[in-house]
Antibody
Framework: QVQLQESGPGLVKPSQTLSLTCSVS??????????WNWIRQPAGKGLEWIGR???????NYNPSLKSRVTMSVDTSKNQLSLNLSSVTAADAAVYYC??????????????WGQGTLVIVSS | SYVLTQPPSVSVAPGQTARITCGGN??????VHWYLQRPGQAPAVVVY???DRPSGIPERFSGSNSGNTATLTISRVEAGDEADYYC????????????FGGGTKLTVL
């Protein structure tokens, strides 16, 4: 079955760019019409959708983060990436990657990666 | 953007039934999905498309959706059900298509 694993620096300085990678195993990132999503969760708080990217490279972002977010895929490595620029303390969170699944009626997320904690501090 | 409202907490004794609600404007017209999240773990779907269960999820977990409220019902609650629960919808007509509820902490007394 498909498994996801996030990786990247756990500590980012304010105003710098957060860069994370999600490695996909057990299946090809190219298969099907799935989108690959980034979702974050600040400590003690709820889930926030950051955006999604398709194997084709097309993407959609949360309007509240759109000006700072870039997502991409590397099909040769079976990976997707997240860049979030100009980070502040408000961007500190556990970051998850997740694949969507569903129909035109609606999509949900399965599976999820285990998540990676990002701290923003100088 | 679309808003989903969940109670912050629900408490129930073992063996009883827990009901966790998710309110939204005409949510009955959307497909609602529910996730369970234990401390330190990623969320995992327990109900999708209002009332379907993934393989491996006990029949004790069920869902319903009508009008302005969707409900996750957990029958015969066990200590292991204690977790945070989130509802989620996909609002296809929005530029912010993915919406999560704020989450509900289920406490087993």
């Amino acid at each position: 079955q498909v498994q996801l694993q996030e990786s990247g620096p756990g500590l980012v300085k304010p105003s710098q760019t957060l860069s994370l990678t999600c490695s996909v195993s057990g299946g090809s990132i190219n298969s099907g019409t799935y989108s690959w999503n980034w979702i974050r969760q600040p400590a003690g708080k709820g889930l926030e959708w950051i955006g999604r990217v398709y194997a084709s490279g097309s993407s959609n972002y949360n309007p509240s983060l759109k000006s700072r977010v870039t997502m991409s895929v590397d099909t040769s490595k079976n990976q997707l990436s997240l860049n979030l620029s100009s980070v502040t303390a408000a961007d500190a969170a556990v970051y998850y990657c997740a694949r969507d699944i569903g129909t035109a009626m609606g999509y949900w997320f399965d599976p999820w990666g285990q998540g990676t904690l990002v701290i923003v501090s100088s | 953007s679309y808003v989903l409202t969940q109670p912050p907490s629900v408490s129930v004794a073992p063996g009883q039934t827990a009901r966790i609600t998710c309110g939204g404007n005409n949510i009955g017209s959307k497909s609602v999905h529910w996730y369970l999240q234990r401390p330190g773990q990623a969320p995992a779907v327990v109900v999708y498309d209002d009332s379907d269960r993934p393989s491996g999820i006990p029949e004790r977990f069920s869902g319903s959706n009508s009008g302005n409220t969707a409900t996750l019902t957990i029958s015969r609650v066990e200590a292991g059900d204690e977790a945070d629960y989130y509802c989620q919808v996909w609002d296809s007509r929005s530029d912010h298509p993915v919406v999560f509820g704020g989450g509900t902490k289920l406490t087993v007394l």
